[in-house]
């Protein structure tokens, strides 16, 4: 079964610093992998996604993604933090069977420090 | 665009009750889907349509949940009897349906559901 782990439930960062958000994969298949989003009352957003084309995706905001199968880590990077980064941010799989059933982490909450 | 819309955006029931929530999605997109948020943890797909037919209900408690997507637009998702463990925020998503990879799913802001 297809399943993801996010290694940290919160990662603090000062505004300016790198933010590294980490998420390894677990899939018979490969996998269609993402990043969503969450801000605080809003819908999440989709920040990139990975589909077996290029390994580093680039995402909105100045986010990207490596994907790296022989460590099976989709980690989630930004070189400068700002502080309307601040969010909760979910790494996702999809389902080989379904393509459009999601399978979502357990979310990693950042913080930015001015 | 509009996005999706949903309501309430917030309510609060005794348990044993019944509750009903209301997605509207982006003009146009064919897939809706309906999501469960419970605090702390990631949103775990319920029901997902395609126009008015069920492509996947494999996670929906069918004994209390039920949904409906009639004239394949709106959406309805209602619980009776709720529990406690009810508690939590439903998120409906719509996408454009291409056949192919993935589709983008577009997020409503949710409804936020207590039980008490």
């Known amino acids: 079964a297809q399943s993801v782990t996010q290694l940290d439930s919160h990662v603090s960062v000062s505004e300016g610093t790198p933010v590294l958000l980490r998420c390894n994969y677990s899939?018979?298949?490969?996998?269609?992998l993402f990043w969503y989003v969450q801000h605080p009352n809003k819908g999440l957003q989709l920040l990139l996604k990975?589909?077996?084309?290029?390994?580093l995706v680039k995402g909105i905001n100045g986010f990207e993604a490596e994907f790296k199968k022989s460590e099976t880590s989709f980690h989630l990077t930004k070189p400068s933090a700002h502080m309307s980064d601040a969010a909760e941010y979910f790494c996702?799989?999809?389902?080989?069977?379904?393509?459009?059933?999601?399978?979502f982490g357990t979310g990693t909450r950042l913080q930015v420090f001015p | 665009e509009a996005g999706v819309a949903q309501s309430p955006r917030y309510k609060i029931i005794e348990k044993r009750q019944s509750v009903a929530f209301w997605c509207n999605p982006i003009?146009?997109?064919?897939?809706l889907y309906w999501y469960q948020q419970i605090l702390g943890q990631g949103p775990k797909l319920l029901i997902q349509?395609?126009?008015?037919?069920?492509?996947?209900d494999s996670q929906l408690p069918k004994d209390r949940f039920s949904a409906e997507r009639l004239k394949g637009v709106d959406s309805t998702l209602k619980i009776q009897p709720a529990k406690l463990e009810d508690s939590a925020v439903y998120l409906c998503?719509?996408?454009?349906?291409?056949?192919?990879?993935?589709?983008?799913?577009?997020f409503g802001p949710g409804t936020r559901l207590t039980v008490l």
């Open positions: 899939s018979s298949y490969s996998p269609s």
């Open positions: 003009s146009g997109h064919a897939t």
């Open positions: 996702v799989v999809s389902d080989p069977f379904n393509t459009d059933k999601l399978i």
């Open positions: 998503a719509s996408s454009q349906f291409s056949g192919g990879n993935t589709d983008t799913q577009y």
């Open positions: 349509f395609q126009n008015n037919g069920v492509v996947d």
């Open positions: 990975y589909t077996s084309a290029a390994t």
